[in-house]
């Protein structure tokens, strides 16, 4: 039930956005609990935007935990 | 954009999976556990466990917020449904056993019982149709009790209550470290909880009971990663708190959502199902929203419910204790289509996991 899923916010009103979850059809969330922008991704919970998506991180963690694995890897061999 | 395929990549995940076999140790088995439905989900779908080797073993604790709403709550709504009010709830609530009966039994009776995708569709369902009482059967872990507290603090129409079942989700980790013979070697802690609480409330894990714990997401890369950090801990002989999933979870979590979620309730105790009582563990509407709380408003109160039905193992599946395909109804009389048990009835609860992807 904890579910929740990115989408990209498209239009803002007050607490109300339109959000984009990638499939092209945009959806109503209340973005009370968030420092809503457009344009910024949001994660999803039954119908409240509940955190930001931290963009830059998600691609930098990627990029880290490769390196470090690969570095480990060189270490083994 | 984030691609969300990058976390699912199977070279990656092979990769880490060398990995986490190097550092396994080779003489002693290690047993973590998470505490999230998404999680066992995340692991069961993905055959994650295949990758794993064989000492080293992942079990699912009480991660799904319906399947622990104690019988006697489902009890509540079915009376407040017979009562005439309407009864909104998310869907996975409909087939959750009652004492009695469940929501979608008192339904077919007659009862007036609608899903809902939102807290919000409710209270709008509720100002269009005046004429009518409407509760929102609140259920669901930190990650959905913000949304609840929103609306209460909305000033919700006057025909509008909730029937609050909110359950926290720390004080159930404390209570597995408290059986002791589960023997657990670390916690995978639950992202979207977290999301809201933050790190904090996990402090208590690696402090006093020297618990690595790893605050993880939910994409397959994320979980692998998480048991990765864990062994790591396990064999430089650390107890830490991490977090694997920093795109979403903040050390202070999301302030703005504990803000509201201090503002509309109060902490009690509660019960769960097939656990019992547990300290500081649930959610009340506070006094001055005590117009807006169902129990007060109708008067409905049921003490005690019958929880588990005979020969029923969710008691045991919930904690971790067994896995599902060690209770003896598993598939044979209790099936995602007929089920017995809470742990089939919701989308994540681990049974229904099982039975939808490894049934055997």
């Known amino acids: 039930m904890c579910l929740a899923i990115p989408a990209r916010i498209v239009h803002l009103e007050g607490n109300s956005a339109k959000v984009d979850f990638g499939e092209g059809v945009l959806r109503d969330v209340n973005v009370t609990l968030v420092d809503a922008k457009i344009g910024t991704y949001v994660l999803v919970h039954a119908g409240y935007a509940i955190q930001m998506v931290d963009e830059k991180d998600a691609l930098e963690t990627l990029a880290l935990w490769k390196e470090i694995l690969e570095a480990e890897e060189k270490q083994d061999s | ?360």
């Open chain 2, 1 to 360: 954009m984030i691609n969300k395929n990058e976390f699912r990549s199977p070279e990656l995940a092979r990769k880490i999976a060398q990995k986490i076999g190097k550092l396994a140790p080779k003489d002693e088995a290690v047993k973590f556990c998470h505490v999230c439905g998404t999680h066992e989900w995340t692991i069961t779908h993905f055959g994650l466990r295949s990758f794993l080797p064989k000492n080293v073993e992942v079990i699912a604790g009480p991660g799904c917020p319906v399947c622990i709403v104690p019988a006697a709550e489902i009890d509540e709504a079915v009376q407040l449904a017979e009562e005439g009010v309407v009864v909104t709830c998310f869907g996975d609530l409909l087939r959750v056993p009652g004492s009695q009966m469940s929501l979608l039994e008192a339904k077919a009776a007659g009862a007036d019982v609608r899903v809902v995708y939102s807290v919000s569709d409710a209270v709008e369902i509720a100002a269009n149709e005046r004429d009518k009482d409407f509760t929102f059967f609140a259920v669901g872990f930190e990650t959905t009790a913000p949304s609840t507290a929103v609306e209460v603090l909305g000033k919700p129409p006057q025909n509008f209550s909730f029937l609050v079942s909110h359950r926290l989700i720390p004080p159930a980790m404390e209570l597995l470290l408290g059986l002791g013979d589960l023997n657990i070697s670390g916690f995978i802690a639950p992202g979207h909880v977290s999301a809201i609480i933050g790190l904090k409330p996990y402090e208590l894990f690696p402090r006093v009971y020297r618990m690595p714990t790893v605050v993880a997401g939910f994409e397959p890369i994320d979980v692998l990663l998480g048991i990765y950090m864990l062994l790591k801990q396990s064999k430089e002989g650390v107890a830490k708190l991490e977090n694997e999933y920093t795109r979403i979870v903040k050390w202070e979590g999301n302030p703005k959502a504990l803000e509201a979620i201090h503002k509309a309730f109060e902490v009690i105790a509660g019960n769960w199902r097939g656990i019992g009582r547990l300290p500081d563990s649930a959610l009340k509407l506070r006094e001055k929203f005590e117009n807006y709380d169902a129990r007060q408003k109708f008067n409905v109160h049921v003490e005690k419910g019958k929880d588990i039905l005979l020969g029923c193992e969710c008691h045991l599946v919930i904690i971790g204790r067994i896995n599902p395909n060690e209770c003896p109804m598993f598939m044979k009389v209790c099936t995602p289509s007929n089920p017995v048990g809470a742990c089939m009835v919701s989308s994540e609860g681990t049974c229904r996991v099982w039975a939808k992807t490894r049934a055997k």
